[in-house]
């Protein structure tokens, strides 16, 4: 039982270029949420997609970020013109159902992926 | 602004003793609060929830209490043993549903022979 798949592990860009990362969730999980953790700073929220829709985007950059979830494949987190800013740890996790005020929610995340900008 | 605070600095404790880490919030009113473990180079694992009506859970040797008056929950383990050193993450769910989390830095726990 496989868990939240993240790759690559570490992704090293010029400033300019892209940076693609990409999530496979949990079987059988159709929610995922991408953090980013920079250092001495907590995980912070970006981004909860469902299959094919984006519910929150809340914590996603105005510029150059975007996030999907396809019906077929992983999730993808793109970052367009990458500055040394974006240098951090992107951590994927995923979630079984939709959280209500009654139900007993955990995410699973993966190992990360480490972005160093050049 | 909403805010979690973690101690910053780094507990140390001897094997056998009881580790107490913290957690303070302010501007919030969580629906549950969660304990999270972070290994160096790992994603965080989850270890306990507990809801905002709950005072205590505990699960083996984690014991966490939420006392929403005075805006804290502290994590508790017991017994501690070196495998037990990593960074745990409190982490807030807001009310509404939702889990979009809202998670606190970190409290490096050492655990020493």
């Known amino acids: 039982n496989a868990g939240v798949m993240q790759n690559p592990r570490h992704l090293v860009r010029r400033r300019g270029q892209e940076a693609r990362l990409r999530c496979s969730p949990m079987?059988?999980?159709?929610?995922v949420y991408w953090y980013r953790q920079l250092p001495e700073e907590g995980l912070k929220f970006m981004v909860y997609?469902?299959?094919?829709?984006?519910?929150?985007e809340s914590g996603m950059p105005k510029e150059r970020f975007s996030a999907e979830f396809p019906k077929e494949g992983p999730s993808i987190l793109r970052i367009q013109q990458v500055v040394r800013g974006d240098s951090a740890a992107y951590f994927c996790?995923?979630?079984?159902?939709?959280?209500?005020?009654?139900?007993?929610?955990?995410?699973?995340f993966g190992s990360g992926t480490q972005l160093s900008v050049l | 602004s909403q805010k979690i605070e973690q101690n910053s600095e780094a507990l140390n404790i001897q094997e056998g003793k009881t580790a107490t880490l913290t957690c303070n919030y302010t501007n919030y009113s969580p629906a549950y609060l969660q304990w999270y473990r972070q290994d160096p180079g790992r994603g965080p694992v989850f270890l306990l929830l507990?809801?905002?009506?709950?005072k205590e859970k505990r699960k083996e040797r984690l014991k966490v209490t939420f006392d929403t008056t005075l805006k804290q929950s502290l994590f508790h383990i017991t017994a501690s043993q070196p495998a037990d050193s990593a960074t745990y993450l409190c982490?807030?769910?807001?009310?509404?549903?939702?889990?979009?989390?809202?998670f606190g830095t970190g409290t490096q726990l050492k655990v020493e022979l």
């Open positions: 982490a807030l769910a807001p009310g509404g549903g939702g889990n979009k989390l809202t």
């Open positions: 997609l469902q299959k094919e829709n984006i519910i929150d």
């Open positions: 079987k059988g999980h159709s929610h």
């Open positions: 996790a995923s979630s079984p159902f939709k959280t209500t005020r009654a139900t007993n929610e955990k995410l699973f």
């Open positions: 507990i809801r905002e009506n709950e």
